[in-house]
């Protein structure tokens, strides 16, 4: 297993653009996240699945955003109408009950103009 | 909303030394993670101590845990150039994991050569 994968590494959009971004999870694990990172800040926490139930929304993911895990493998988030406030670094992260630790990505970063 | 503050938010030493960082968090928690982030990629977990323990080694990382003061510490010894990135502490709620992790800002540490 090679880890955790997000694609794209970086995106260039201009505002009101929709973008999406995609995760694969460690396969064993059934647990997702997804957070979002600013310059000189630490991770907020976004969302969180557990298998395909989106079980945990932050009040930070506002109605623009929308994230999906279908079949408990593969997740997507989605942001439309992108604001230049939207530009940070989306992290994905998986762990499995009983394991120590989650399995980050290493990011999208994406950049509004 | 970040759990707490690391301190210090910065710190540059030379090679060889030992480093110190400080965590401080608000609300009781299940246990408590220690992450590393190299500049623009994903975070990387170190080492996790639960509520009901007290200090924890890994290596060359020590970890203490003070659930009375809401407090944790993390020691590299022997500090190598490759220990450069920022350290983030990362916190886990009662809640099973469903509320992910609640990070610090961190503490970007810097090894002269």
């Known amino acids: 297993d090679t880890g955790v994968s997000q694609d794209p590494r970086h995106k260039i959009t201009k505002r009101g653009q929709n973008v999406t971004f995609r995760c694969d999870p460690i396969s064993e694990h059934n647990r997702l996240y997804w957070y979002r990172q600013t310059l000189g800040q630490g991770p907020e926490f976004l969302t969180y699945f557990q298998n395909e139930a989106q079980l945990e929304k932050s009040r930070l993911l506002s109605d623009r955003f929308s994230a999906e895990r279908p079949k408990g493998s593969f997740s997507t988030l989605e942001i439309q109408r992108t604001e230049q406030g939207d530009s940070a670094m989306y992290l994905c992260?998986?762990?499995?009950?009983?394991?120590?630790?989650?399995?980050f990505g290493s990011g999208t970063r994406l950049t509004v103009v | 909303s970040q759990q707490g503050e690391e301190d210090p938010q910065a710190l540059s030493i030379q090679e060889g030394e030992n480093a110190t960082m400080n965590c401080s968090y608000k609300?009781?928690?299940?246990?408590l993670q220690w992450y590393r982030q190299n500049s623009g990629r994903g975070l990387v977990h170190l080492i996790l101590?639960?509520?009901?323990?007290r200090e924890k080694h890994s290596g060359r990382l020590r970890v203490t845990l003070d659930t009375s003061k809401k407090s944790s510490s993390l020691l590299i010894t022997a500090s190598r150039a490759a220990d450069t990135a920022s350290y983030f502490c990362a916190t886990e709620g009662s809640g099973g994991g469903a509320d992910g992790l609640t990070f610090g800002k961190g503490t970007h540490l810097i090894i002269q050569p």
């Open positions: 609300t009781s928690i299940n246990n």
């Open positions: 992260a998986s762990s499995s009950p009983g394991r120590y630790g989650y399995t």
């Open positions: 101590i639960r509520s009901n323990e």
